[in-house]
């Protein structure tokens, strides 16, 4: 009787067939690698990418005892390492844990994964996702995501990362061709599809960012992250009932996440509603108790209240947590009231972006 890697093996091996390829040595050796020998481990490694790619916090953390169930099974599985980097990455970057929890976690998975494989791109892309976002170390982030792209050209999330990446650097075009090209490699990736509306948004072209994101919606109605883009570029572009309609939509779908009302907040704040922001303001303290709200978030709706000071409170303790949100301070439009501020200057120095 065959066992899974058998059948994953004529799988593999037909598609390549029906796609006209012919693959010789190192290529077909690459294609047919099995990182694990053992079918249960394998199981639970896929089980968790699974729940990974829901991108709600109940599918991280599941992903992430799928993933700790792999490596029990088998400690020296680079993918299940690599599945705890990317599952504490994407933990961090929707802020549902605090960042100086999760990205160290991130890069010390991922380092581990590519100590047992150094061939492994997905590792490097992932170390190189915390080295921007956490460690703001903008140098080595660089040269680490182009090494993951130079081991695997067609590795979609690695051109996703550098199109993140490039994005933070304010160098717009060039972060617009890697998600172009992230969905080249990837036609159906929501996140890919949903990424590129997000790099319209912060290049300021809200048009196409509208337009795109309207696209991934259509691939998955349910899929939060979207309509939160989606609500904050309507909010940028002034139609302030889209906005509220879009963010509305995705607090539900995210079970509440506290990112999301936040930006709720912000537009009613730009609207003049100021005892809704309030009342979210009051909202994120009480979930605050229990789980992590980020103070970047809070300071953008005190800097759409007005209350600058209050905004630079808060932006002081999101500096403290090392928020991966101040990356964003060189091309963020929620900051832009707060960009001929002594104190924003300073912030972006300390955080070290370009000025």
């Given at each position: 009787?065959?066992?899974?890697?058998?059948?994953?093996?004529?799988?593999?091996?037909?598609?390549v067939?029906?796609l006209?390829?012919?693959?010789l040595?190192?290529?077909?050796?690459?294609?047919l690698?099995?990182?694990?020998?053992?079918?249960?481990?394998?199981?639970?490694?896929?089980?968790?990418?699974?729940?990974?790619?829901?991108?709600?916090?109940?599918?991280?953390?599941?992903?992430?005892?799928?993933?700790?169930?792999?490596?029990?099974?088998?400690?020296?599985?680079?993918?299940?390492?690599?599945?705890?980097a990317?599952?504490?990455?994407?933990?961090?970057?929707?802020?549902?844990?605090?960042?100086?929890?999760?990205?160290p976690?991130?890069?010390?998975?991922?380092?581990?994964?590519?100590?047992?494989?150094?061939?492994?791109?997905?590792?490097?892309?992932?170390?190189?996702?915390?080295?921007?976002?956490?460690?703001?170390?903008?140098?080595?982030?660089?040269?680490?995501?182009?090494?993951?792209?130079?081991?695997k050209?067609?590795?979609?999330?690695?051109?996703?990362?550098?199109?993140?990446?490039?994005t933070?650097?304010a160098?717009?075009?060039?972060?617009?061709?890697?998600?172009?090209?992230?969905?080249?490699?990837?036609?159906?990736?929501?996140?890919?599809?949903?990424?590129?509306?997000?790099?319209?948004?912060?290049?300021?072209?809200?048009?196409?960012?509208?337009?795109?994101?309207?696209?991934?919606?259509?691939?998955?109605?349910?899929?939060?992250?979207?309509?939160?883009?989606?609500?904050?570029?309507?909010?940028?572009?002034?139609?302030?009932?889209?906005?509220?309609?879009?963010?509305?939509?995705?607090?539900?779908?995210?079970?509440n996440?506290?990112?999301?009302?936040?930006s709720?907040?912000?537009v009613?704040?730009?609207?003049?509603?100021?005892?809704k922001?309030?009342?979210?303001?009051?909202?994120?303290?009480?979930?605050?108790?229990?789980?992590?709200?980020?103070?970047?978030?809070?300071?953008?709706?005190?800097?759409?209240?007005?209350?600058?000071?209050?905004?630079?409170?808060?932006?002081?303790?999101?500096y403290?947590?090392?928020?991966?949100?101040?990356?964003?301070?060189?091309?963020?439009?929620?900051?832009?009231?707060?960009?001929?501020?002594?104190?924003?200057?300073?912030?972006?120095?300390?955080?070290?972006?370009?000025?």
């Open positions: 009787m065959k066992d899974v890697f058998d059948v994953q093996d004529e799988i593999t091996l037909a598609v067939g029906a006209k390829l012919r693959l040595g190192d290529a077909r050796e690459e294609v690698k099995r990182h694990t020998e053992d079918s249960a481990a394998y199981q639970a490694y896929l089980e968790g990418r699974f729940y990974w790619y829901k991108r709600s916090i109940d599918g991280l953390n599941r992903s992430i005892e799928c993933f700790n169930r792999a490596l029990k099974i088998d400690p020296s599985y680079a993918l299940a390492h690599l599945g705890l990317d599952s504490y990455n994407i933990l961090g970057f929707y802020t549902m844990r605090p960042p100086k929890e999760t990205f976690q991130a890069k010390a998975a991922a380092t581990k994964a590519l100590g047992i494989d150094p061939s492994l791109a997905e590792a490097q892309a992932s170390i190189a996702y915390a080295l921007f976002y956490h460690e703001w170390d903008w140098a080595a982030a660089d040269a680490t995501v182009r090494q993951a792209i130079a081991l050209p067609d590795y979609a999330i690695a051109h996703q990362y550098y199109g993140n990446f490039l933070l650097m160098r717009f075009e060039e972060a617009l061709d890697e998600f172009r090209r992230t969905i080249k490699l990837d036609p159906l990736s929501l996140v890919g599809n949903a990424a590129l509306g997000w790099g319209y948004y912060f290049a300021r072209q809200y048009d196409q960012s509208i337009e795109q994101l309207r696209k991934a919606i259509e691939l998955d109605r349910n899929f939060d992250t979207a309509h939160f883009w989606l609500g904050s570029v309507y909010a940028e572009s002034e139609m302030f009932t889209e906005a509220i309609d879009e963010l509305e939509t995705a607090v539900g779908l995210s079970g996440r506290a990112g999301i009302s936040a709720l907040g912000y009613y704040a730009l609207t003049g509603e100021r005892a922001a309030s009342q979210i303001l009051a909202e994120l303290a009480e979930i605050s108790r229990e789980k992590y709200v980020s103070p970047y978030r809070i300071a953008n709706i005190h800097t759409a209240l007005g209350d600058n000071d209050e905004a630079f409170a808060w932006l002081e303790r999101a403290d947590d090392r928020s991966h949100l101040l990356a964003f301070l060189n091309v963020d439009p929620r900051v832009d009231f707060l960009r001929g501020d002594a104190r924003f200057v300073d912030l972006v120095r300390r955080v070290g972006l370009p000025q």
